[in-house]
């Protein structure tokens, strides 16, 4: 087993993995799924395209140069993970090395396979958790090599804040028209692709998203990312369903990502995208308390600005300054206070409807 490393990153195009915001990448391709009845120059040229990169897993040798000049990192397949003279031709590609543990592979193989690839390629490799998505070991290979890893989110997109909590760099989701196995679902029927780490408060979505992407991704999350949201089940419907899958994703690094993932941006675009992932985290939880707020109102006997408990806000703020000691009781008692009457007001907007 590859020993505890220092924390690296891998650059896949203009991406970089494993240091900072953890990433979405919607461009995993696999050319075995065509059996070899496609070209791979003719499969790939399209797809590369777009601004995404693409993670390419090749059928056979034949595919590797088209991968080489086509893609920004190459698959090694958890189907064929044992198929050593393949990887050995993959991991010589000159490109990052993308490694997928096999189902029934340990800890110990996943990460000696990586550490062969390293050595037969210039070192720059990612690992691969996924479909079955074992956080658990995930976590532990990240841990114990060092290296970024990514959590293969297609077969269950309701696992994306799990996977960022579990410590993933990334989440992977099929290439647009790979999903849902509709191949004429190209990038010209949607948005321009996304390799990007998570933005703010939707900032990082594409801004020509549809509302009715938003309604599909909470659904998606609401139904744990379990099979499809019943709308995909119209072909019409599944550019959006990608969209919200997508979307789910997006949010779990955006959100998962700032309350979880240490960040030390070197720059201010990178400071200032930092701290809109960090806002869009805010917002999320003072909707969250908000509606919280508004249930008390309900019960409580004496509602409203005439029900506030002024000893229980006290010691609400001493409680955050353990947690922001930084920011101390002082300055944290205006911003409660006023998080609390923003929420009260709300709470009898409401009751007047």
């Not at 461009?27 to 070899?36: C, I, N, Q």
Request: glycine share 12%; net charge negative.
């Amino acid at each position: 087993m590859s020993s505890t490393l220092e924390r690296h990153a891998v650059a896949v195009g203009e991406l970089l993995v494993g240091e900072g915001p953890a990433v979405v990448i919607d461009g995993r391709v696999s050319l075995r799924e065509r059996h070899g009845r496609a070209d791979a120059y003719e499969m790939l040229r399209d797809r590369a395209a777009r601004s995404a990169p693409l993670l390419v897993e090749p059928l056979s040798a034949t595919d590797l140069p088209a991968i080489a000049a086509l893609a920004g990192a190459v698959v090694v397949g958890s189907s064929w993970t044992r198929d050593i003279p393949l990887v050995r031709a993959a991991a010589g590609l000159g490109l990052p090395v993308v490694v997928e543990r096999r189902a029934a592979g340990t800890l110990e193989e996943w990460l000696g396979l990586a550490d062969y690839c390293a050595a037969e390629g210039d070192g720059q490799v990612i690992l691969c958790e996924g479909p079955s998505l074992d956080l658990g070991l995930m976590r532990a290979a990240r841990v114990a090599s060092g290296r970024p890893v990514l959590a293969d989110i297609s077969r269950n997109v309701g696992l994306s804040a799990a996977a960022v909590a579990a410590g993933a760099d990334g989440l992977l989701l099929p290439a647009p028209s790979q999903r849902a196995g509709n191949p004429a679902s190209s990038s010209g029927n949607r948005a321009d692709a996304s390799t990007r780490p998570g933005g703010a408060g939707g900032a990082g979505y594409r801004n020509g998203g549809t509302d009715s992407a938003g309604v599909l991704a909470r659904e998606f999350a609401a139904a744990g990312g379990d099979g499809l949201p019943k709308v995909m089940t119209d072909p019409g419907a599944i550019p959006e369903a990608e969209e919200a899958a997508l979307r789910v994703a997006e949010e779990a690094v955006t959100v998962v990502g700032a309350l979880l993932r240490p960040e030390e941006p070197a720059t201010l675009p990178e400071c200032r995208d930092a701290i809109d992932r960090v806002d869009a985290a805010l917002a999320t939880l003072l909707e969250r308390r908000a509606a919280l707020a508004g249930t008390v109102q309900r019960i409580k006997p004496v509602g409203g600005f005439a029900g506030r408990d002024l000893d229980r806000e006290r010691a609400l703020v001493r409680r955050m300054a353990s947690r922001a000691p930084s920011l101390g009781e002082p300055r944290l008692a205006p911003i409660m206070n006023a998080v609390i009457e923003a929420g009260l007001h709300l709470a009898e907007e409401r009751a007047r409807r």
